[in-house]
C-alpha cells in the first residue's frame, strides 16, 4: 500500500546535483508537508576516499537512533551507481516508522529505479556503517548467482505462471490519496466467501512491492482447531473464514476475520511485523467493498494458537446472565 506521498521539486533538483557530480556521495530525505523532502546534500568525498571512509565521515554524523530516514549513497562506480536506504530505527516514533515502510518504494520510482542498483532496509546505526554494509553484502552473496540465461529464462518462468494462474494486480483506490494493490486470484476468491462457494481465503503481503497476495490453499476446516492448523506460525497473514457451526439448535455461517502476527526474529520480520498492521484496515475495506464480505467477527493475536474453539464461541454467542429480581426478605415469625 503506497502513502499518496510523492517527491518534491527540491529533491528532484538535489537528485540530479548527486548525479551529476562525483564529490556528491549521497543525500539524506525525510518526510515533510506529505512531500519526500531532502534534507542534506552529502558532499567532500575526495576521488580517491572509498565507500567505507565516506560513510564513516559523511553518513555516519548525521544518523540518529530515534529517527527515521531515507539514505541515498553513491556505491559503486558503474551504473547504476546508487544504493536506497530506508532507516526505520526500533525507537522512532509508530507513525513515522508506518509512514517510511510505506513510502520507500515511492522514492526510488519517483527517482528513477534506474539508479539504483539495489534497496537496503536498516533498523539499527550499526548496519549503516563499513562493518554493516560488509555484513549486508555477504548475506547477498549467499544467494547462488545466475547467468544472464538463468536470469532470463526465470523471469519467463515467472510471468508464464502468473499468466496461467491469474495473478494480475489490480489497484484498488480507496481514497485521493490512498491505493492498495491486491492481486485479482485474491479479489476472486474473498468474492467466493462472500458467496458462500469458498470457506477459507489466506492472505499475505509481498513486503518488496507491498502488494496483498492470495496464499495457495485448497484445506477446508470444519473447526477453528482445524483452521489454525492451516494458519503460519512464521509468517503474518489475514484470514477470513466462513466458519458453519450449530449453537442452540441452529446453524449459522459467521464470516471470520483473524489477523495474526508471529513474534519471529530478522529485519524481514520486523518490516512486516510494520507493514501489515498499516495494511488491515486497507484490506477489510476492499474485503467490504470490493468483494461484499459482511465480517461478522474480528481477531487479532500475535501467534494462531492463541485462537480457540471456545474463545471464538465465547464471542460469537456471548452467555447472557439472567439476573433474578430481588426478593424482599421474610419478616421475623413468620
Known amino acids: 500500500m503506497q502513502s499518496g506521498i510523492s517527491a518534491s521539486q527540491e529533491l528532484v533538483s538535489q537528485f540530479n546535483s548527486l548525479l551529476d557530480s562525483p564529490s556528491n556521495f549521497g543525500l539524506l530525505v525525510n518526510i515533510s508537508n506529505e512531500q519526500l523532502q531532502p534534507l542534506k546534500l552529502l558532499s567532500g568525498s575526495s576521488a580517491g576516499a572509498s565507500f567505507a571512509s565516506n560513510v564513516d565521515s559523511l553518513l555516519a554524523p548525521n544518523i540518529k537512533s530515534n529517527e527515521a530516514l531515507y539514505i541515498i549513497l553513491r556505491r559503486y562506480s558503474d551504473a547504476p551507481a546508487f544504493v536506497a536506504v530506508t532507516y526505520v530505527p526500533d525507537t522512532a516514533p509508530v507513525r513515522q516508522k508506518m509512514l517510511f515502510a510505506s513510502t520507500r518504494l515511492t522514492l526510488v520510482r519517483e527517482l528513477g529505479t534506474e539508479h ?178 459482511k465480517v461478522d467477527k474480528k481477531f487479532e493475536v500475535e501467534d494462531p494458537s492463541e485462537i480457540t474453539d471456545a474463545g471464538v464461541l465465547g464471542e460469537l454467542h456471548p452467555h447472557v446472565e439472567v439476573k433474578k429480581g430481588f426478593s424482599r426478605p421474610k419478616r421475623p415469625g413468620r
Open 116 to 293: 539504483f542498483r539495489e534497496t537496503i532496509f536498516a533498523t539499527t546505526a550499526k548496519e549503516l556503517t563499513p562493518a554493516g554494509f560488509d555484513k549486508h553484502d555477504a548475506h547477498a552473496a549467499l544467494d547462488a548467482p545466475l547467468t544472464e540465461e538463468e536470469k532470463s529464462l526465470g523471469e519467463v518462468k515467472r510471468a508464464e505462471q502468473e499468466a496461467g494462474s491469474g495473478t494480475g494486480l489490480r489497484e484498488i483506490h480507496l481514497s485521493k490519496n490512498l491505493s492498495m494493490p491486491i492481486s485479482e486470484d485474491a479479489l476472486a476468491a474473498l468474492k467466493d466467501v462472500a458467496s458462500g462457494n469458498r470457506q477459507l481465503v489466506m492472505l499475505s503481503i509481498n513486503t518488496e512491492t507491498e502488494s496483498v497476495q492470495l496464499v495457495p490453499d485448497n484445506s477446508a476446516p470444519s473447526s477453528i482447531s482445524e483452521l489454525v492448523q492451516t494458519i503460519s506460525s512464521t509468517e503474518p497473514r489475514f484470514t477470513f473464514y466462513r466458519f458453519t457451526h450449530s449453537h442452540g439448535g441452529e446453524t449459522t455461517s459467521p464470516v471470520l476475520f483473524l489477523y495474526t502476527c508471529p513474534v519471529t526474529p530478522g529485519t524481514k520480520a520486523i518490516k512486516a511485523r510494520m507493514i501489515y498492521p498499516l495494511m488491515k484496515r486497507a484490506v477489510l475495506t476492499v474485503a467490504e467493498t470490493e468483494a461484499g464480505i
